[in-house]
């Protein structure tokens, strides 16, 4: 048979990665397809030192690789979203399979992509655009598609849990590490992505299109990253029995969709809560399989590989399949996608932790509970601190279930009150059940 032949877009991690898979266990990709796969053309600004390129046609124009009549598949491995999409419609306009790591490409253009893909009758294939070497999007559209999905919550940010177990474990500083991070090929080519939660919103913008069959609304998102949460936050979680995390979470409620991503407290004795590092962990509860839960690498060169070559093998197995009867984009017919609203974040109900310094007087506690008290917020637990030397001490206060809505009434008055010092951190807690 005709060997399968691919060209690759951007030679940086993910790339160098997909590129070595391919050459190193290309035996054993052939006893999987059936047929070879060869790696046609590279369009790369600079060759990268981990790849032996001896014998590849190289070019310094990524667009000659999507106008090569002899590439079949096309890994979109340049990451942005502004030449990325016009290389991956480009691609697709002439004919190609698209495979991308792109998960703001997808997030943001995503439904024009895969229009334009079901118009061209080609396949985009985005496995490592969500947790990197986890097979997220597999297990969701197919090992999972007798489920009707009830929710999902899971670390989808390599950086951000390897900065957060750092910080916990190591007592390190939070630029000292990400620094690390970025250094390990971790990190988006902006940071900020990672840290403030913009790529965990992508990441679960697709994953809540995949199991509940809604078009993507990454604009919808709600989003909060990690970089306020200070080492004092995490001791104050720990001595509560909790850990914080960066989730994203969605769920279906009868109301609607919740989408959500940001610092969360979980229960030590929760499986997600041991997921340290660069590591990645979903949980999925589906109504007829109950909880799951998938874990690995969430970033880095080889894990992210696998699963842009898993994609290439899929697309190569599938190119002689019927067109119409393969898995689609987002696992439901694009014509039977539901328009089921997604929620504000003020109707979300869970539980707080809120972390304050209040000035040590008498009386102060009892106005923060009555306000609390007032907004129908009622306390789990408390913990008051001295501080040697000091009129301001934290206070850290759990509370029960509550909307958002009250808790940010509760907050603005707590934060009016002469004796509170600077403002409230909040962080929610889940008990994901
Ligand atoms: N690094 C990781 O662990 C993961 C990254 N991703 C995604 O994979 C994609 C790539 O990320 P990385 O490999 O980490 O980035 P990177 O910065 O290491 O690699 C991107 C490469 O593309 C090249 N490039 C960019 N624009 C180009 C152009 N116009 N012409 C030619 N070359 C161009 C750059 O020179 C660079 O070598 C991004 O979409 C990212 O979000 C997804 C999962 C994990
Ligand atoms: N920057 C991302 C890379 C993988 O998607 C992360 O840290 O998770
Ligand atoms: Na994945």
Request: charged residues 20%; negative net charge.
């Given at each position: 048979?005709?060997?399968?032949?691919?060209?690759?877009?951007g030679?940086?991690?993910?790339?160098?990665?997909?590129?070595?898979?391919?050459?190193?266990?290309?035996?054993?990709?052939?006893?999987?397809v059936?047929?070879?796969i060869?790696?046609?053309?590279?369009?790369?600004?600079?060759?990268?030192d981990?790849?032996d390129?001896?014998?590849?046609?190289?070019?310094?124009d990524?667009?000659?690789?999507?106008?090569n009549p002899?590439?079949?598949?096309?890994?979109?491995?340049?990451?942005?979203?502004?030449?990325?999409?016009?290389?991956?419609?480009?691609?697709?306009e002439?004919?190609?399979?698209?495979?991308?790591?792109?998960?703001?490409?997808?997030?943001?253009?995503?439904?024009?992509?895969?229009?334009?893909?079901?118009?061209?009758?080609v396949?985009?294939?985005?496995e490592a655009?969500?947790?990197?070497g986890?097979?997220?999007?597999?297990?969701?559209?197919?090992?999972l598609?007798a489920?009707?999905i009830e929710?999902?919550?899971?670390?989808?940010?390599?950086?951000?849990?390897?900065?957060?177990?750092?910080?916990?474990?190591?007592?390190?500083?939070?630029?000292?590490?990400?620094?690390?991070a970025?250094?390990?090929?971790y990190?988006e080519?902006?940071?900020?992505?990672?840290?403030?939660?913009?790529?965990?919103a992508?990441k679960?913008?697709?994953?809540?299109?995949?199991?509940f069959?809604?078009?993507?609304?990454?604009?919808?998102?709600y989003?909060?990253g990690?970089?306020?949460?200070?080492?004092?936050?995490?001791?104050?979680a720990?001595?509560l029995?909790?850990?914080?995390?960066?989730?994203?979470?969605?769920?279906?409620?009868k109301?609607?969709?919740?989408?959500?991503?940001?610092?969360?407290?979980i229960?030590k004795k929760?499986?997600?809560?041991?997921v340290n590092?660069?590591?990645?962990?979903i949980?999925?509860?589906?109504?007829?399989?109950g909880?799951?839960?998938?874990?690995?690498?969430?970033?880095?060169a080889?894990?992210?590989?696998s699963?842009?070559?898993?994609?290439?093998?899929?697309?190569?197995r599938?190119?002689?399949?019927?067109?119409?009867?393969?898995?689609?984009?987002l696992?439901?017919q694009?014509n039977?996608?539901s328009?089921?609203?997604?929620?504000?974040?003020?109707?979300?109900?869970?539980?707080?932790?809120l972390?304050?310094?209040?000035?040590?007087r008498?009386?102060?506690?009892?106005?923060?509970?009555?306000?609390?008290?007032?907004?129908?917020?009622?306390?789990?637990?408390?913990?008051?601190q001295?501080?040697e030397?000091?009129d301001?001490?934290p206070?850290?206060?759990?509370t029960h279930?509550?909307?958002?809505r009250?808790?940010?009434?509760?907050?603005?008055?707590?934060?009016?009150?002469?004796d509170v010092?600077?403002?409230?951190?909040?962080?929610?807690?889940e008990?994901?059940?």
């Amino acid at each position: 048979m005709k060997p399968v032949k691919v060209g690759i877009c951007g030679l940086g991690t993910v790339g160098s990665g997909s590129f070595n898979i391919l050459l190193n266990n290309a035996e054993e990709i052939t006893r999987r397809v059936g047929r070879s796969i060869v790696i046609e053309q590279i369009g790369a600004r600079r060759d990268n030192d981990t790849c032996d390129i001896s014998g590849i046609n190289i070019t310094r124009d990524i667009f000659d690789v999507v106008n090569n009549p002899e590439i079949d598949i096309v890994l979109e491995l340049i990451g942005g979203t502004t030449i990325a999409k016009k290389l991956v419609l480009t691609a697709i306009e002439n004919g190609k399979h698209v495979v991308t790591a792109n998960k703001a490409l997808i997030a943001e253009h995503g439904n024009e992509i895969f229009a334009k893909a079901q118009e061209k009758g080609v396949m985009v294939a985005f496995e490592a655009a969500v947790a990197g070497g986890i097979p997220i999007i597999k297990t969701l559209r197919e090992g999972l598609s007798a489920n009707r999905i009830e929710w999902l919550a899971g670390i989808i940010n390599g950086t951000g849990n390897f900065i957060l177990t750092e910080m916990s474990e190591k007592k390190r500083n939070f630029d000292d590490v990400l620094a690390e991070a970025q250094a390990l090929g971790y990190a988006e080519a902006d940071p900020t992505f990672d840290v403030e939660g913009i790529d965990a919103a992508h990441k679960l913008t697709i994953l809540a299109s995949i199991a509940f069959g809604i078009p993507l609304q990454f604009e919808k998102t709600y989003t909060e990253g990690i970089s306020r949460i200070t080492a004092e936050d995490v001791a104050f979680a720990g001595q509560l029995g909790y850990a914080i995390k960066h989730l994203g979470i969605a769920r279906r409620t009868k109301q609607g969709i919740e989408l959500r991503v940001h610092p969360t407290l979980i229960s030590k004795k929760q499986l997600l809560a041991n997921v340290n590092g660069v590591m990645n962990a979903i949980m999925v509860q589906g109504d007829v399989v109950g909880p799951t839960l998938t874990y690995g690498a969430g970033a880095g060169a080889l894990p992210t590989g696998s699963s842009v070559v898993a994609d290439v093998i899929d697309v190569a197995r599938t190119l002689t399949a019927d067109p119409t009867n393969r898995v689609p984009h987002l696992a439901f017919q694009a014509n039977a996608l539901s328009d089921v609203e997604i929620l504000p974040v003020e109707e979300i109900e869970c539980g707080f932790f809120l972390n304050m310094t209040i000035q040590d007087r008498a009386g102060v506690l009892a106005n923060i509970t009555q306000i609390l008290s007032l907004n129908d917020i009622s306390i789990e637990s408390l913990i008051q601190q001295e501080r040697e030397g000091s009129d301001l001490v934290p206070l850290v206060v759990m509370t029960h279930d509550v909307k958002e809505r009250n808790m940010n009434a509760a907050i603005s008055a707590i934060e009016a009150l002469p004796d509170v010092a600077g403002t409230v951190q909040r962080i929610r807690v889940e008990n994901l059940a």
